[in-house]
């Protein structure tokens, strides 16, 4: 799987960043950066957790 971020939608309110740190970082420059885009079989439900999560639906997993 694959994390999809909208960057239209994303209002970088880092939410993301607190359900899946190892994937999502609010930058100092006020964006937020996808650390890891592939996600392993077994960090699919925590990438799960934070698509739902997030408020604007900016975030999907793709195959
Ligand atoms: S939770 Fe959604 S809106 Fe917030 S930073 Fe992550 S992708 Fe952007």
Known sequence: MKIILDRS??????ICESVAPEF???????????????????RVAELE?????CPTEALRLAP
């Open 49 to 53: 957790e934070a698509v739902l999560s």
């Open 24 to 42: 999502f970082e609010v930058t100092d420059d006020g964006d937020i950066a996808v650390l890891r885009e592939d996600v392993p079989a077994d």
């Open 9 to 14: 939608k994303c209002g970088v309110l880092g």
